[in-house]
């Protein structure tokens, strides 16, 4: 019998949303830290898996900047020590990266080869980890993605309609573009990734950085909006919504103006390609206001 998927990231958005399929065994803290590098192998062996994929990460954008250390054994170190074992096993590691990694000056959606330029701790460690996960010798496949938020869990979307719930009028960001993900569609990228690799074993044209991200960009300004006028459709209280300046917010980690990510790649070797984010948007509300309201 073939051993599971090892999904890593505990209670996460993502490693949640992979948990719906049969075959995924899901780890996480305290059996699985990156923190305590001995629980990655004993995790590991213990799951005697055929794929891994690890959505565990330091995500904390801002704390980064001065928890620095942490950040990087959690998006570096970890992600090396369970890439090797992949290596040693033999076996496929799907390893999830971030937008962050490029430096946001681009005028058009970023492709896989684009010259990287991390403005941040936390873009910084994801690329280091990204680099290690490639130098490992393991069969890895790395996927960026952008903007995740789900229908339960910490998010934008979710903080948003929690804002929304109090206030009369709220200010968001408006000159940051980006292509919101939803986490459901990225696992069920995934898992699609998966059931081919299965179907097909390993190709030399698997390896390597792919961008998965949901189809369409937008700002965060907009996306409130989008949000709010959908939760308008399930009785919502809606605020004023008014876009403000990045330097109108700062933050102690600087964001990309623009992290588009172009998925073309994806969908030739996978074909696979993930659902507009309005799309999806507007099924995440639904199911917030149906069975986990904000």
């Keep these: 019998m073939p051993g599971p998927i090892l999904v890593t990231g505990g209670a996460g958005q993502l490693a949640t949303a992979l948990s719906a399929a049969p075959d995924v065994h899901r780890v996480g803290r305290p059996d699985f830290d990156f923190d305590r590098p001995d629980t990655i192998a004993a995790a590991f062996h213990a799951a005697a898996p055929r794929i891994v994929v690890n959505a565990a990460a330091y995500t904390a954008v801002d704390a980064a900047e001065t928890d620095i250390d942490a950040a990087y054994r959690a998006n570096r170190d970890g992600p090396a020590t369970l890439a090797r074992l992949c290596a040693q096993a033999g076996i496929p590691l799907i390893h999830v990266s971030t937008d962050y990694v490029f430096d946001g000056a681009k005028p058009a959606p970023y492709v896989e080869t684009d010259p990287v330029g991390p403005q941040g701790v936390y873009g910084a460690s994801k690329l280091a980890g990204e680099q290690a996960v490639l130098e490992s010798g393991a069969r890895a496949i790395i996927l960026r993605t952008a903007w995740v938020y789900a229908a339960t869990g910490k998010n934008f979307v979710r903080t948003m309609l929690t804002l929304g719930k109090t206030r009369d009028r709220l200010t968001v960001v408006g000159d940051q573009t980006g292509c919101p993900t939803n986490a ?19 190709r030399p044209e698997y390896q390597g950085v792919f961008h998965a991200a949901g189809t369409g960009a937008t700002t965060w300004f907009d996306l409130a909006v989008a949000t709010f006028q959908e939760a308008a459709r399930h009785g919502a209280r809606v605020p004023h919504v008014a876009p403000i300046a990045t330097s109108d917010w700062p933050t102690p980690a600087k964001r990309p103006a623009n992290s588009r990510l172009d998925c073309t790649r994806l969908q030739d070797v996978f074909d696979v390609a993930l659902p507009h984010w309005r799309d999806s948007l507007a099924r995440t509300v639904e199911t917030i206001f149906t069975t986990a309201p904000p």
Aim: glycine residues 6%; aromatic residues 6%; charged residues 15%.
């Design 184 to 202: 459901a569609d990225l696992a069920a990228a995934i898992l699609a990734i998966v059931r081919q690799v299965d179907h097909t074993g390993w």
